[in-house]
T-cell receptor, first 115, second 110 residues
C-alpha cells in the first residue's frame, strides 16, 4: 500500500523543547516538502529536498531544521528558536525533477501544540 | 511569498448546485494546480493545468486558465455534501516550488 505517512497525529510540547516530526514515503519519490498551516490560512513552505542529502530553505525556515539521509524519510525538527510553533504541519512528496512544481502527494498531517 | 489568491474565501451552496472558485496570481507560471483539503486532513491533488492549456476536465471538475488575465477557475458541477472542503490553488513558476493560496472554504448543504 503506497503512500506518505506522518507521525504522530497529535504532538504536545513544552516551551523550550525541541521536537521532531516524522515523514516517511514509499512512493519512490525523489522530492519531499514540509509545510506549515495556520488556522484559516494556506500552506507556507518550510523546507524542501529535491534529492537525498540535499535540501533548501523555504519561505519560513527560521527555527526549523531537516535532514534527508534516506530517500524515504524527511524528518522535521521544530527547535526552541521557533517562536510560535503551534500549527498543523504537512509533509508532501513528488516524483521530482520539476523544480518542486510537479504534483504533490500529502501526508495526513501532525498537529503540534506548545503548552 | 504567496502567489495565488482564491476568491471567494467562503462559499455556501445547496446540494445539486454548481460551485465556482477563482484563483488569481501575479507572475508568469508554468502550471497551476488545484487541491482539496477536508477538515484536519492532508491535501489531495485534483487537477493540473499547464500554461499552454485553456481548459481541463476531470469528472465533475472543470478548470479554466486565462494567462492574459492571470486567473483560473475551478467549477464543480452537481455538488454533493461530500464536496464540502477547502480548495486551494497552487502555482508553479520560475525556479521555485509550488506556492499555495489561502483557499476557498466550500460548504455544500444537503
Amino acid at each position: 500500500d503506497g503512500g506518505i505517512t506522518q507521525s504522530p497525529k497529535y504532538l504536545f510540547r513544552k516551551e523550550g523543547q525541541n521536537v521532531t516530526l516524522s515523514c516517511e514515503q514509499n512512493l519512490n519519490h525523489d522530492a519531499m516538502y514540509w509545510y506549515r498551516q495556520d488556522p484559516g490560512q494556506g500552506l507556507r513552505l518550510i523546507y524542501y529536498s529535491q534529492i537525498v542529502n540535499d535540501f533548501q530553505k523555504g519561505d519560513i525556515a527560521e527555527g526549523y531544521s531537516v535532514s534527508r539521509e534516506k530517500k524515504e524519510s524527511f524528518p522535521l525538527t521544530v527547535t526552541s528558536a521557533q517562536k510560535n510553533p503551534t500549527a498543523f504541519y504537512l509533509c508532501a512528496s513528488s516524483i521530482g525533477g520539476g523544480q518542486g512544481q510537479d504534483t504533490q502527494y500529502f501526508g495526513p498531517g501532525t498537529r503540534l501544540t506548545v503548552l | 511569498s504567496q502567489q495565488g489568491e482564491e476568491d471567494p474565501q467562503a462559499l455556501s451552496i445547496q446540494e445539486g448546485e454548481n460551485a465556482t472558485m477563482n484563483c488569481s496570481y501575479k507572475t508568469s507560471i508554468n502550471n497551476l494546480q488545484w487541491y482539496r483539503q477536508n477538515s484536519g486532513r492532508g491535501l489531495v491533488h485534483l487537477i493540473l493545468i499547464r500554461s499552454n492549456e485553456r481548459e481541463k476536465h476531470s469528472g465533475r471538475l472543470r478548470v479554466t486558465l486565462d494567462t492574459s488575465k492571470k486567473s483560473s477557475s475551478l467549477l464543480i458541477t452537481a455538488s454533493r455534501a461530500a464536496d464540502t472542503a477547502s480548495y486551494f490553488c497552487a502555482t508553479g513558476g520560475g525556479n521555485t516550488p509550488l506556492v499555495f493560496g489561502k483557499g476557498t472554504r466550500l460548504s455544500v448543504i444537503a
